[in-house]
T-cell receptor, first 112, second 113 residues
Framework: GDSVTQMEGPVTLSEEAFLTINCTYT??????LFWYVQYPGEGLQLLLK?????DKGSNKGFEATYRKETTSFHLEKGSVQVSDSAVYFC???????????FGTGTSLTVIP | DVKVTQSSRYLVKRTGEKVFLECVQD?????MFWYRQDPGLGLRLIYF???????EKGDIPEGYSVSREKKERFSLILESASTNQTSMYLC????????????FGDGTRLSIL
């Protein structure tokens, strides 16, 4: 079945450091891939998405590239800020279905 | 912007009570979902619905039921609350179709005493 695996947390970085959160997936068809962010006390917000191989999603300085050959969708940001402290979820949805498959989330803390 | 509204941010109930969690979306989405979120376990799907009066079991439906009488409203019901149902509950909605993002409410933190 479909599944998403993302790197274990928590991750702690200093402000302006480079961020990578790894995400790999298993899918039977041709999925769309998503990154969501959850700030403390809130629900999940869509951060970015990619719907086909080699697509790059980007938003708020974050980006991720849909790599079919490595079944990966790693999240990157060149310079993190304290306000980026949150939990990040990778997810996939098959293009023929309506369900989502979420990773377990990676907690990021950015210190000044 | 899509707005998904959950009726309560915090709720405290007692063991054995019947508990209702309400969710309303304002974007005419076909799909609605209920998840619970627990530390270390991520999001787990309880139930989802593709249309009015339609429901499908997710990964952990035991102890829960749902109701969708109107397209915009999806209710989660704990028939007889137990302490192991203490959790964060998240509602989401999306358009029909596999590449449609899900939009989430702010969650209800439910404590069962």
């Amino acid at each position: 079945g479909d599944s998403v695996t993302q790197m274990e947390g928590p991750v702690t970085l200093s402000e302006e450091a480079f961020l990578t959160i790894n995400c790999t997936y298993t899918a039977t068809g041709y999925p769309s891939l998503f990154w969501y962010v959850q700030y403390p006390g809130e629900g999940l917000q869509l951060l970015l998405k990619a719907t086909k191989a080699d697509d790059k999603g980007s938003n708020k300085g974050f980006e991720a590239t849909y790599r079919k050959e490595t079944t990966s969708f790693h999240l990157e940001k060149g310079s993190v800020q304290v306000s980026d402290s949150a939990v990040y979820f990778c997810a996939l949805s098959e293009n023929t279905g309506n369900q989502f498959y979420f990773g377990t989330g990676t907690s990021l803390t950015v210190i000044p | 912007d899509v707005k998904v509204t959950q009726s309560s941010r915090y709720l405290v109930k007692r063991t054995g009570e019947k508990v209702f969690l309400e969710c309303v979306q304002d974007m005419d989405h076909e799909n609605m979902f209920w998840y619970r979120q627990d530390p270390g376990l991520g999001l787990r799907l309880i139930y989802f619905s593709y249309d009015v009066k339609m429901k499908e079991k997710g990964d952990i439906p035991e102890g829960y039921s749902v109701s969708r009488e109107k397209k915009e409203r999806f209710s989660l019901i704990l028939e007889s609350a137990s302490t192991n149902q203490t959790s964060m509950y998240l509602c989401a909605s999306s358009r029909w179709g596999g590449n449609q993002p899900q939009h989430f409410g702010d969650g209800t933190r439910l404590s069962i005493l």
